[in-house]
């Protein structure tokens, strides 16, 4: 590989991590052809993006992506394909369900939204991680339970909450 083709490698790996805000670091050594072609048929189905590279070119594109990803760093050891989507669980999904039937993909390492999560250790977690659009709902529903047992105590006790004011008006 020359200087021209690994630039080209390190320029593209830069605008997928800059146009992504999560992304996996794998290890998908010693695995067959048709399970390598496998994982990709699975990953295009799933909307990620999947690219395997040295690890000196993929330090050098997070480098060139202007964030502070040297927590990541560690990590590039070995054989790395990086999974880029823009769903925070989808690869995390998919390399638990391909695990089902292999021990590989293991995850090296994963960025979402500014945090890293290193190890395999940490699949579960993110398997489970929920989307910003299901906290800001979470959070709406127990904001709005309190407002509603009040409004709803309200309405019920209209009649009564009326009668207490005005007993009270009469003794002052």
Known sequence: MNREEKQEIVQALTEQIKAHSNFYITDTANLTVAKINSIRRKCFENGITIQVAKNTLIQKAMEAAGGDYA??????????????????????????????????????????????????????????????????????????????????????????????????????
Not at 83 to 97: G, H, Q
Not at 138 to 165: C, F, T
């Open 71 to 172: 927590e990541l760093y560690d990590v590039l050891k070995g054989s790395s394909t990086i999974m880029f989507s823009d769903k925070a669980t989808a690869p995390a999904k998919l390399i638990k369900e391909l695990r089902r039937t292999s021990d590989k993909p293991v995850l090296k390492a994963a960025y979402i939204d500014t945090a890293f999560f290193i190890g395999d250790n940490q699949l579960d977690a993110l398997v489970n991680l929920k989307s910003k659009e299901q906290l800001i709902g979470e959070i709406i529903g127990l904001l709005q339970s309190p407002a509603k047992n009040v409004i709803s105590g309200l309405k019920s006790g209209g009649g009564k909450l009326a009668g207490i004011v005005k007993t009270l008006q009469e003794r002052g």
